[in-house]
């Protein structure tokens, strides 16, 4: 394999990842504000 072959697909893998973690973060967020809000209900 050539090294721009193996580099355009580190970089395709390295995205990949990348955008998963993005959408683990974003999920994770959304779970944190939820308990909030229903915690807040609770009290309420």
Do not use: K
């Amino acid at each position: 394999m050539t090294t721009s072959r193996y580099a355009a697909v580190c970089a395709l893998i390295c995205v990949m990842a990348l955008s998963a973690c993005a959408n683990t973060v974003r999920g994770i967020g959304r779970d944190v504000n939820a308990t909030a809000d229903a915690v807040e209900d609770s009290i309420d």
